[in-house]
C-alpha cells in the first residue's frame, strides 16, 4: 500500500511532514498550542475509527510536535505498515527517534527515506540538518567511526556546511589524524578565516606536530613551524624555533631576523636562549664583513635593561671599525659601569676618546648653526666630559650661551615692536619665547608685564564667558575659557578659582556617569554606557577609569559582536534565515558595520530567493494534483517572509479548495452509505476524517458503516486464520484479499496478511532481496529484533553486498544488548 502524506508542519530547527486535518486547524504551524489541540481531535477521532493508521500516523506527528517523541514513536510505529514505502513516514520516525537519542534506529529510518528520494525535496526532508544532529549524538556517544561518515555525508549533502568542516577537523585531531584534520581546519578557514577559536586550534596542530618533529626531522618540522606562523603571524615560538633551524643551517641573516622578532615577546627562558644564538650570529656575520648586519643581531640585546657586558663591547668595537666614536665610547662606557675592571672596555674607550670628541665638537656646531641650542650645548658638554682638558668644548659652549643671548634679546626687541604697533597677543608669544632662552631677564619680564596689561580686556571678557560657562553647568567650555586665560597669565586669580571649581564639579559628576555606565554595561545597554563613558571623559580627559570601563565595553561589544556574527552566519549557512536576521540584527544594534550590513544583505537576498522557489513550487504542485504538498510550501514560505501576500493568498486559496473537496466528499459518502456500498462509504468517511478530524457526520457514518461491516469482516478473518492453520495458503490469500478490499485496515486480517507473508517468505530465493529488506524494517519497527537480524540475514545470503542490511544488522543488535543490560540491571 503506497500512500503519500505530504503536508509540512515546521517546527524551529527541524521539518516534520504530517496531513494537516482541517482548514480550519491551520494557524501558526510551530505552535505547540496547535500540535495540542491537533492531537486531542485526532485521539478523538481514533476512539470511532481506532483501527485507522491515517489517523495513527498524524497522531504520531502531532505529538512529535508537542516534543512528546516516545508517544510519537509509538503511533507511528502502529502505522508504519501502511506506509512503509514513504519518505514521510520514515523521516519522521527517524527525527523521533533521533530526539530520543536511539540514533541506531533513527538513522536506520532516514536511510531509508534518502532511498526513497527526500534528497530530490532538500526543503521539505533536510536530510543534511537531519544527519549532522545524529554525527553530533554517535560524536557525544564515543562512536567517532559513524560520526566521522555521518560529517562526511553532510558535506555530501550539503557543501555550503562550512562549520561541518571544523566539527569533522575537530574529531579528526583528537582521533590523532592529524593530517585529516588540518585538511578539514583549512577548509572552514578558507571561508572563516575570522574565527579565531579555531586559528588557534589549527596552530595548536602544526606547532605540537613541529615540536615532535624537531628532532627527528628538522626539515619537516621547520615547515609545520612555518604552516603555524601563517596561522598566526608573530607569534614569537614558531619564529624562535625558525630562527633556531636556520642558524643549524648556517642560513644566519635569515636566522637573525627571526630571532630579533621572538626576542622581545618570549619568556626570559627562552629569551636566554635567544640571545645567545643573536650574540653568535653578530660574530660570524662580522667575519663575514657584514657589519651593519651584524650591529641588527646585537640591536635587540642592546635595547634591554641590563646589556651584557660582552654585547656591550662587541657592538662597541663595531662601531669603533666604522669610526662612529662617540656610539663606540657610550658602549665602552656602559661595560664599564657594569663590571669597572674589564680591561677590553679599558683599552678601547682609551682608543675612542679622541675620536669621539672631535665626532661631538662637529655635531654640535652642526646643531648651533641651526639655532638648536640645548641639543648643540648637550654635545659639547659630553666632550667635555671625555676630555675635561681640551679648552674646545668651553669654548664651543661659551659661543653657545652667547648665541643664545643674542636671539633671546633680538625676540624682545621683537616684541616691542608689536607692542607698539598695538599687538600684545604677538608680543606676549615673542616674550615668552625670549624668557625660555634667557629665563629671569628682567627686561623680558618687564615687556612680559607690560603685553598682559594690555591683554586685560580680553581677559575679562574669557572670564565673563568662563562665569556664565560654568553657571550653566558645561564644564567642558569653561575649562576652555579658563585655560585660554591661565596661558596669558598663569596667576590670574579668579581663572585658578574657576578652573579648580570647574575640576571639582568635573570629577564630582564623572564619578556620578561612571557609575551610571557601569550599571548600563551591567544590564548590556552598551549604547547609554558608552554615551555616558564619553560624558566623563568630556569633563576629565585624562580619567582612567573612564577609559578603561569604554575600553572594556568596547571589547565586550566586540566579543558579542562577533558571536552574533558567527552565529548569523552559521544560521545563513544552514538555511535558518529567520534565526540568522535575528542574530544579524543583535550584532547591528550593538554596532553597525560593513560586515553587519552585508550579513544582512545576504539574509534578505536568501529570503528573497527561497521565498521566490517555494512559491513557484508550491503553485506547480498546486497545478499538479497536489494541494497537501502546496499548503506546506506556502507555510514555510510564510515562515521565511510572514509579509508575503502571494503566499497568503495561495493559502487561502488552497484552504478554500480543501474545505469543498470535505463537503464533495461527505456527501459521496453519504451517496455511497445510502446505496449500501459500506467499503466505498467507509473509505470517503476517512478521506473526511483525515482532513476534519472533528466532524460529526463523518465521525457516525463511520461508526454505522463499520459495524455493517463488522460481521463480514470478522466471518472473513476467521476463514483466513482456519487455512493457514492447515497450510491452504491460496484459499486463506483470497479471504484476506476480500477482506482487506472491504477494510484495508482491519486488525484482524492484517496480522493474518503478515503471518501469510512470513510463511512465504522462509522459502526466499533470488529477487526477494527487497521484500526480506522491508519486512526486516517492519520487524525492527514493531521491536522483533531477532526476526529483523533474520531477515537481513536472509538479504546478506542472497546479496552479500547488501551494506544497508550489514549495518542494520548490527543496529538490531547492539538493541538486544541494551535490552539484555537493562534486564541485568
Known sequence: MTLRLLLAILLPGVLVISILSSASAWAAPAAQADAKLLADRYRQALRIDPENLHLHYNLGVVLLLDDQASEAISELKLAYPAFADTIEMNFNLGLALAQTGDADSALLYLERAEELGALDRPEIFPLADSYLNLANRYRAAGNDAEAERLYRTVLGLAPERH????????????????????????????????????????????????????????????????RALEIQPGNPLPLYYLGYLDYTRAEIESSVTRLAEAYP??????????????????????????????????????????PEVKDLNLAGGIHLDLKQYSQAYDYFNKALAAEPTNREATINRLAAEAGAVEE??????????????????????????????DPRPAEALAAVASARENQGREL??????????????????????????????????????????????????????????????????????????????????????????VEQRSASLATELLGRADRAVAGADFAKARSWFQEALLLQPDLAEARAGLARLEAQVDTRQADALRSGRKALEEGRLALAREHFQAARDL??????????????????????????????????????????????????????????????????????????NLQAAQRELAAGNYP?????????????????????????GREKLAHRL????????????????????????????????????????????????????????????????????????????????????????????RMNIEKAKRKLRQIQEYRNG
Open 680 to 704: 466505498q462509504a467507509l473509505e470517503q468517511f476517512r478521506k473526511v476524517l483525515e482532513l476534519a478530524p472533528t466532524s460529526a457526520a463523518a465521525q457516525q457514518g463511520l461508526k454505522s
Open 591 to 664: 554596532r553597525d558595520t560593513p560586515a553587519v550590513q552585508a550579513g544582512l544583505d545576504q539574509v534578505e537576498q536568501a529570503s528573497r530567493e527561497r521565498v521566490t522557489a517555494l512559491l513557484n513550487q508550491a503553485e506547480r504542485v498546486g497545478r499538479d494534483g497536489n494541494p497537501k504538498e502546496a499548503r506546506a510550501l506556502y507555510a514555510k514560505a510564510l515562515q521565511v517572509d510572514p509579509g508575503s501576500a502571494a503566499a497568503r493568498r495561495g493559502l487561502e486559496s488552497l484552504e478554500t479548495l480543501l474545505n469543498q473537496k470535505i463537503e464533495q
Open 163 to 226: 562549520e561541518v568542516h571544523r566539527q569533522l577537523g575537530d574529531l579528526l585531531a583528537r582521533g590523532g589524524q592529524t593530517e585529516s584534520a588540518v585538511h578539514e581546519f583549512e577548509a572552514y578557514l578558507a571561508v572563516r578565516p575570522d574565527d579565531l577559536a579555531a586559528r588557534e586550534y589549527l596552530f595548536a596542530i602544526h606547532y605540537n606536530r613541529a615540536l615532535g618533529l624537531l628532532e627527528s626531522d628538522p626539515r619537516q618540522a621547520g615547515e609545520a613551524f612555518a
Open 714 to 805: 470478522a466471518e472473513l478473518a476467521e476463514n483466513a486464520t482456519a487455512a493457514l492453520d492447515r497450510g491452504d495458503l491460496v484459499q486463506a490469500e483470497t479471504a484476506l484479499d476480500e477482506a482487506l478490499a472491504l477494510d484495508p485496515f482491519h486488525a484482524g486480517s492484517k496480522t493474518a496478511l503478515q503471518r501469510l507473508e512470513r510463511l512465504r517468505l522462509s522459502g526466499a530465493k533470488p529477487g526477494d532481496e527487497e521484500t526480506l529488506y522491508l519486512q526486516g524494517i517492519e520487524f525492527y519497527t514493531s521491536g522483533r529484533y531477532e526476526e529483523a537480524i533474520s531477515a537481513w540475514e536472509q538479504v546478506l545470503t542472497l546479496a552479500p553486498g547488501h551494506e544497508r542490511a
Open 265 to 306: 615577546k618570549v619568556e626570559p627562558e627562552v629569551r636566554q636562549s635567544i640571545r645567545a644564538l643573536l650574540h653568535n650570529c653578530a660574530l660570524t656575520l662580522l667575519r663575514q664583513r657584514k657589519t651593519l648586519l651584524a650591529l641588527e643581531a646585537l640591536k635587540p640585546l642592546l635595547e634591554g635593561e641590563s
Open 412 to 501: 624682545f626687541a621683537q616684541a616691542r615692536g608689536d607692542l607698539a604697533q598695538g599687538q600684545p597677543r604677538s608680543a606676549l608669544d615673542k616674550v615668552r619665547a625670549g624668557l625660555e632662552l634667557l629665563p629671569g631677564e628682567e627686561s623680558g619680564l618687564g615687556l612680559e608685564a607690560q603685553a598682559l596689561a594690555a591683554l586685560n580686556a580680553e581677559i575679562s571678557a574669557t572670564l565673563g564667558q568662563a562665569a556664565a560657562d560654568l553657571a550653566q553647568g558645561d564644564l567642558p567650555r569653561a575649562r576652555e575659557a579658563y585655560a585660554r586665560i591661565l596661558e596669558l597669565d598663569p596667576e590670574q586669580p579668579s581663572a585658578l578659582q574657576g578652573l579648580t571649581e
Open 360 to 389: 661631538l665638537l662637529a655635531g654640535g656646531r652642526a646643531k648651533l648653526s641651526d639655532s638648536d641650542f640645548d641639543a648643540a650645548q648637550e654635545y659639547f658638554e659630553r666632550a667635555g666630559a671625555i676630555n675635561p682638558a
